[in-house]
C-alpha cells in the first residue's frame, strides 16, 4: 500500500480562474488501443454495417447531450455538439473509413483509425494554429467512434452524485459542457492548453480548471484531497490544514477578490515610493495575446516558440515571419521577447531525431542543440528578423552557459543579419539580444555576459533546477525544490547587480515570478520585468502598488540573514499575511 502523500503542490496551466477544493474523482479517458486486424472478402459488409451503427450510435449520444445541454438552458455550449455532429456527418471520414475496410480488407477499427491517422497529418500542415487546435475535436469524435465499435463505455460525468473535482488524462467539449457546477467542482487534466475547446467552455461555465499538469492522473488517487487554483495553476494533493483553511476562506469570497483584483488592470505597476516593474505575460500562442490586455500586461515577457516545432513537420522560414509579425502586431506599443527553440531535456519533438541521453535535462538541448543544427537556428532567426519589421520584438538565447556560446549564437545571427541585407530584407537593426539567465555558471560570470548583451532574463524554473540538483520533473524531490532557498536568492542577487552595474535590464521569466506571495521579495531584489500567466498580473500589481520599494529591500536584507528556505518562506508569510490577511496565511 503506498504511504499517502501530503502537500504535493503541481504547477500546470490555469484555464479558468475559481478555487476549487474537494475529493478527487478519476475518470478513465485513456486512448482505445486497437490492432489492425485482416478480414476475409465475405466479412467486408458486416464490418462497413459495425462501423455505420457505431457512427449512428454516437450521434445518438451527441444528441442526447444536446437535448440534455438545451434543457439546462446551456445553449451557449450547444454549438460544439453541433460542431462534433457535423464531423460526424463529415463525407470523408466515413467513406475513407468503408474504402479502408473494402480495399485493404481490414477490420472497422483499424480502417477508422487509418483514417484519422491521415487526418491528424493533415492537419498538422495547417498553418493556422487556432484551426490546428482543433485537430482534438476529431480526435475526440475518432474515439467516441471507437469506443463504440469496441463496446467500451464512455465514462461520462452524469452520474456523479457527489461534489467531487475530476482528474483525468484528457476531457472532451462536451464533458465538460456537461459538467454541473453544483457536482463539479473544478477539473485538472494531464494534457491541454488554453485555447482547447475544453478550456473555453469552463471559462464560460466559470468552473475552475487547470490543465496541462503532464502526469496529474498518476500522482493523484482516489479520495485524495485537492486544491485547485484556477488563476496561479496550482494544485495541491493534500494540503496541510492551515493551507486548506486559506484556500476554503478564499474561494468563499472568490468573485469579489476577483472583480476587485481585475480593478488594478489599467493601473501601473508603481510602488507607494515610485518605484515601477513591468509586468509581463508569458504565451506560447498568438490566440492568447487577447488574454494579456484582459489582464493588464505591458506586452510579452517570454514567448517560448516549442509549439511551433510540435507538428508532424518542421517549421519554415514563413511559420516563424507569420507567428512572430502577429506576436509585434498584437502587442503593440508594447514588445515581445521571442525566445529561439529550447528543444530537449523534458520537451521533445517526435519529428526530430534525438540521440538517447542518460540525462537529457543536461544534454543537448536548447541553444546547445540551435547551434549544432545550424541550418534550423537560421531558419529561426530569419523570421525573427523579419518580423521585428513589424513591432518590437526582442530576441533571447535559452541555458547560454558561457561566453563562448552566447558569441557564437550572435554570431550567427550577425551572419543572417547580413544575408537579409544583401538582399535588402529590413528587420529593426536596433532589436535587443538578450539571454535567459538559468544555469548557475552564467550566474557567476553575469558581469562578463552583461557586457555583450542588451538584457538578462531570468529563468528560476531551470536555474532552480540546475543549482539545488532537482530534477524539475521528478516527483521523488520535489519538496527540496525551493525558490527561497538562500542560495537562490544569493544567486539572482548577484545577477541583478551585475546586470545593474552594467546598466543593462533584468526579467524574470520563470514560475517565481507568478507567484504572489514571493512579490515583496522580487521587488527587494529590483528585478526591473516580472513576466508570468497573464490571469495572475492584476493579483501581482494589486501588491506592487501596496508596497514600497524601502520595506521590500528591508525585508530582503532580513530574510537573507536566514539560513534555510523554510524560515525565509515562514517570514514572507507572515509579512504577507499582515499586509493582507484576506489572501494570505502565516
Ligand atoms: C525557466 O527555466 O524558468 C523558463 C522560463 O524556461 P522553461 O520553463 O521553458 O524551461
Ligand atoms: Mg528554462
New binding site residues.
Given amino acids: 500500500m503506498p504511504k499517502k502523500r501530503e502537500n504535493i503542490i503541481l504547477k500546470g496551466i490555469g484555464v479558468s480562474s475559481g478555487i476549487a477544493i474537494g475529493r478527487a474523482h478519476l475518470i478513465e479517458r485513456g486512448r482505445v488501443e486497437v490492432e489492425e486486424r485482416p478480414i476475409k472478402k465475405g466479412q467486408v459488409e458486416k464490418e462497413v454495417t459495425r462501423f455505420r451503427r457505431a457512427v449512428e450510435q454516437s450521434k445518438l449520444q451527441l444528441q442526447r447531450v444536446k437535448e440534455k445541454l438545451l434543457k439546462e438552458s446551456a445553449k451557449e455550449h450547444v454549438y460544439i455538439i453541433d460542431a462534433h455532429l457535423l464531423i460526424l456527418e463529415d463525407k470523408m471520414l466515413i467513406d475513407d473509413t468503408i474504402k479502408n475496410i473494402r480495399e485493404r480488407l481490414i477490420g472497422a477499427e483499424g480502417a477508422l483509425k487509418r483514417h484519422m491517422h491521415n487526418l491528424s497529418m493533415i492537419f498538422d500542415r495547417i498553418e493556422d494554429e487556432y484551426l490546428r487546435a482543433r485537430k482534438s475535436d476529431i480526435e475526440q469524435i475518432g474515439e467516441r467512434i471507437l469506443r463504440n465499435l469496441v463496446g467500451k463505455k464512455h465514462d461520462g460525468l452524469s452520474h456523479i452524485k457527489e461534489k467531487v473535482i475530476i482528474v483525468a488524462h484528457d476531457l472532451t467539449p462536451s464533458d465538460t459542457a456537461q459538467m454541473k457546477k453544483d457536482k463539479i467542482l473544478g477539473f485538472v487534466t494531464d494534457i491541454g492548453g488554453r485555447t482547447s475547446h475544453t478550456s473555453i467552455v469552463a471559462r464560460s461555465l466559470e468552473i475552475p480548471a487547470v490543465v496541462g499538469l503532464d502526469n496529474v492522473t498518476q500522482q493523484i488517487m482516489p479520495g485524495d484531497i485537492i486544491v485547485l487554483d484556477g488563476m496561479t495553476g496550482v494544485v495541491i494533493i493534500n494540503p496541510p490544514k492551515s493551507v486548506f483553511k486559506a484556500y476554503l476562506e478564499r474561494s468563499q469570497n472568490y468573485q469579489y477578490f476577483e472583480e476587485e483584483l481585475l480593478r488594478f488592470k489599467k493601473l501601473p505597476a508603481v510602488t507607494k515610493d515610485g518605484h515601477s516593474v513591468r509586468l509581463a505575460g ?1 504565451i506560447e500562442l498568438p490566440e492568447e495575446i487577447p488574454s494579456l490586455s484582459e489582464h493588464g500586461a505591458e506586452g510579452i515577457g ?1 514567448y ?1 516558440t ?1 509549439f511551433l516545432y510540435m507538428g508532424k513537420r518542421l517549421p519554415v522560414e514563413e511559420d516563424h515571419f507569420e507567428t512572430y509579425r502577429k506576436l509585434a502586431e498584437g502587442v503593440a506599443p508594447y514588445s515581445a521577447t521571442i ?1 529561439t527553440l ?1 528543444m530537449g ?1 523534458d ?1 521533445m519533438v517526435s519529428h526530430i531525431e534525438w540521440a538517447e541521453e542518460i540525462n537529457p535535462a543536461m544534454g543537448l538541448r536548447a541553444i546547445r542543440f540551435s547551434l549544432k543544427e545550424v541550418e534550423l537556428f537560421q531558419t529561426q532567426l530569419r523570421g525573427i528578423l523579419r518580423a521585428s519589421a513589424y513591432g518590437k520584438l526582442k530576441i533571447m538565447f ?1 541555458m547560454i552557459s558561457g561566453m563562448q556560446e552566447l558569441r557564437q549564437a550572435k554570431g550567427i545571427l550577425e551572419e543572417v543579419r547580413k544575408e537579409l541585407d544583401s538582399k535588402g530584407i529590413a528587420y529593426d537593426r536596433e532589436m535587443e539580444v538578450g539571454i ?1 539567465m ?1 544555469i548557475p555558471s552564467a550566474a557567476a560570470i553575469a558581469d562578463i555576459l552583461a557586457r555583450e548583451v542588451d538584457f538578462f ?7 532552480i ?1 540546475y543549482s539545488l540538483a532537482i530534477d524539475r520533473v521528478n516527483e521523488h524531490v520535489a519538496y527540496l525544490y525551493e525558490p527561497l532557498h538562500p542560495a537562490i536568492i544569493r544567486i539572482i542577487k548577484g545577477i541583478v547587480d551585475s546586470a545593474h552595474a552594467a546598466g543593462i535590464k533584468v526579467s524574470m ?4 515570478a507568478g507567484e504572489p506571495a514571493y512579490v515583496p521579495i522580487l521587488l527587494g531584489l529590483e528585478l526591473d520585468e516580472l513576466s508570468m500567466n497573464a490571469p495572475v498580473i492584476p493579483w501581482v500589481k494589486k501588491i506592487v502598488r501596496a508596497m514600497s520599494a524601502s520595506e521590500a529591500k528591508k525585508l530582503l536584507r532580513d530574510v537573507m540573514a536566514f539560513s534555510t528556505a523554510t524560515e525565509i518562506e515562514g517570514r514572507v508569510r507572515e509579512h504577507m499575511a499582515e499586509l493582507f490577511p484576506d489572501e494570505f496565511v502565516r
Fill in positions: 508569458n517570454l517560448r516549442e525566445r529550447d531535456g520537451k535559452p535567459m538559468e532574463s531570468i529563468g528560476t524554473n531551470d536555474l533546477q521569466c520563470g514560475e517565481m
